[in-house]
């Protein structure tokens, strides 16, 4: 069974940053993709970062792009979201999760098999 925690969330002002991790166990790291994504209070859990099994490939949600970072280490078995140039709008649970790259991009997010239990991100204007 795989087993995902997420830490890192906090408070932070606008233009701050933070880095979240997600450390899993329970099978072979490096054997599937990983994935961030966010839920903001009424709204959908959204896709916000993926990167493939090797780290060789990321993708990025547009609203992303430039102030996020995606990338893990294998030795230690930890996914990580750098977070710089925070806005109110990124606040949300983020939450990290692992399955096949295409199923972390193209399939609806409750296709997905495992999941973090979340971590909360507050961004103050």
């Known amino acids: 069974q795989v087993h995902l925690v997420e830490s890192g969330g906090g408070s932070v002002q606008a233009g701050g940053s933070l880095r979240l991790s997600c450390v899993q166990s329970?099978?072979?790291?490096?054997?599937?993709?990983k994935a961030w994504f966010r839920q903001a209070p009424g709204k959908h859990r959204e896709f916000v970062a993926a990167?493939?099994?090797?780290?060789?490939?990321?993708n990025y949600d547009d609203s992303v792009k430039g102030r996020f970072t995606i990338s893990k280490d294998d030795a230690s078995n930890t996914l990580y979201l750098q977070m710089g140039s925070l806005r109110p709008e990124d606040t949300a649970v983020y939450y990290c999760?692992?399955?096949?790259?295409?199923?972390?991009?193209?399939?609806?997010?409750?296709?997905?098999?495992?999941w973090g239990q979340g971590t909360q991100v507050t961004v103050s204007s």
């Open positions: 329970g099978r072979t790291f490096s054997s599937y993709a």
């Open positions: 990167i493939n099994w090797s780290g060789r490939l990321t």
């Open positions: 999760a692992t399955d096949t790259w295409e199923k972390l991009l193209l399939t609806d997010p409750d296709d997905i098999d495992y």
